[in-house]
């Protein structure tokens, strides 16, 4: 996010492997968020994986509106998808589908909670205002 912050292009590619190192307790699991992942969403035909107010909160904060459009409507047609045999893959469309209507009830909930978090949480200054509060002179 730095980077993105900072002016830098980021790319992703999804064939580098990615490594996570997990604390042994705290973080966003005792929070309850994201403690369905993607991928045990789509390893499973029952879990869903939806946008926590969290997420939606930092999509709003540093990338705007429509890139928290973009992810919601991801999170919600992912949740469709199951990895295995096609009866598998058909079932876990048919559940996701059935539910949909509560996941994207959901995801909303989170997107209102994330739009209140945004007017109370307290505005963080850039290193621009930073820089012209303290009135360096950058020379």
């Known amino acids: 996010m ?11 590619d999804e064939r580098m492997p990615i490594l996570h190192h997990h604390a042994p307790r705290g973080g966003l699991r005792t ?57 598998k893959q058909m079932v876990g469309f048919l559940i996701g589908l059935v539910l949909l209507p509560d996941s994207l009830g959901k995801i909303r909930a989170s997107v209102q909670e994330a739009h209140s978090l945004l007017e109370k949480y307290p505005q963080i200054p850039g290193l621009d205002d930073q820089t012209k509060t303290r009135g360096d002179s950058g020379g």
């Open 2 to 12: 730095r980077i993105y912050l900072n002016g830098g292009m980021m790319v992703m």
């Open 31 to 87: 929070h309850n968020m994201r403690v369905v992942t993607r991928l045990a969403r789509r390893r499973s035909v029952y879990k869903r994986n939806l946008t926590s107010p969290t997420d939606a909160y930092i999509a709003l904060r540093y990338y705007g509106q429509d890139h928290l459009q973009e992810e919601t409507l991801l999170t919600a047609l992912t949740n469709l998808r199951t990895q295995g045999s096609l009866i």
